[in-house]
């Protein structure tokens, strides 16, 4: 009888052990800077997705522009998600023009596109490029197990679709979900950097 205690509590210990485990990877720090500038003529659809924690908590940004005309447009913005400590910052400056639309009456079958993924931080972004009539990119992308840096720069007459997903792993949020469709005249400027480590396996935007 004297050894029942002592089996409760190694029982209790070993209940309790993967409940630890879960609740310190779904805690873990997310952190995400984004700068974008661009300048746009023609129709476009685009929304960012912003978030600290899962369900009522934390903070929360919904960020989008559709229609078409003429955009002049700057970004910023910083998340930091997953722990105690959840902060989201937000600044857009922009001057929209409305203006109607007509597409060019060729069509193009020339096609570019990329998509970067780094399994460690959780993070992935893709660039599309399709019914191209005019295309100058500068892309950049830096990726470790530490960190994801991510740099386009485009100049496109084109239907161009960007999108992005930053999500540590499958007990958090997504900290930042962005998908983008511009058809017309694009300038634009956008990096994305986050860090820390994550066991997600995200697909391509």
Same mark, same amino acid.
């Given at each position: 009888?004297?050894?029942?205690?002592?089996?409760?509590?190694?029982?209790?210990?070993?209940?309790?052990?993967?409940?630890?485990?879960?609740?310190?990877?779904?805690?873990?720090?997310?952190?995400?800077?984004?700068? %974008?500038?661009?300048?746009? !003529?023609?129709?476009?659809? =685009? #929304?960012? $997705? *912003? /978030?600290?924690?899962?369900?009522?908590?934390? &903070?929360?940004?919904?960020?989008?522009?559709?229609?078409?005309?003429?955009?002049?447009?700057?970004?910023?913005?910083?998340?930091?998600?997953?722990?105690?400590?959840?902060?989201?910052?937000?600044?857009?400056?922009?001057?929209?023009?409305?203006?109607?639309?007509?597409?060019?009456?060729?069509?193009?079958?020339?096609?570019?596109?990329?998509?970067?993924?780094?399994?460690?931080?959780?993070?992935?972004?893709?660039? %599309?490029?399709?019914?191209? !009539?005019?295309?100058?990119? =500068? #892309?950049? $992308? *830096? /990726?470790?197990?530490?960190?994801?840096?991510? &740099?386009?720069?485009?100049?496109?007459?084109?239907?161009?679709?960007?999108?992005?997903?930053?999500?540590?792993?499958?007990?958090?949020?997504?900290?930042?979900?962005?998908?983008?469709?511009?058809?017309?005249?694009?300038?634009?400027?956008?990096?994305?950097?986050?860090?820390?480590?994550?066991?997600?396996?995200?697909?391509?935007?």
């Amino acid at each position: 009888m004297r050894w029942l205690p002592i089996l409760v509590l190694v029982l209790s210990f070993a209940l309790m052990a993967p409940g630890l485990a879960a609740t310190t990877v779904g805690t873990a720090t997310q952190n995400l800077t984004e700068h %974008s500038w661009m300048y746009f !003529q023609g129709y476009m659809d =685009d #929304t960012r $997705i *912003y /978030q600290t924690e899962p369900g009522y908590a934390g &903070q929360k940004l919904v960020s989008g522009t559709r229609g078409s005309g003429t955009v002049s447009r700057t970004q910023f913005a910083q998340v930091y998600g997953g722990s105690d400590y959840d902060e989201l910052s937000f600044n857009e400056w922009g001057v929209f023009d409305y203006r109607p639309y007509t597409p060019p009456p060729t069509q193009s079958d020339l096609k570019n596109a990329l998509c970067a993924k780094n399994y460690e931080v959780g993070s992935v972004i893709s660039e %599309s490029y399709s019914n191209i !009539q005019q295309l100058v990119k =500068d #892309t950049n $992308i *830096y /990726q470790d197990d530490q960190v994801s840096v991510y &740099q386009i720069g485009s100049i496109a007459r084109a239907t161009t679709k960007i999108g992005s997903r930053v999500q540590k792993n499958f007990n958090t949020v997504p900290a930042y979900t962005m998908g983008g469709t511009y058809v017309g005249d694009l300038n634009i400027r956008m990096q994305i950097e986050t860090g820390n480590s994550s066991i997600l396996t995200l697909p391509c935007p």
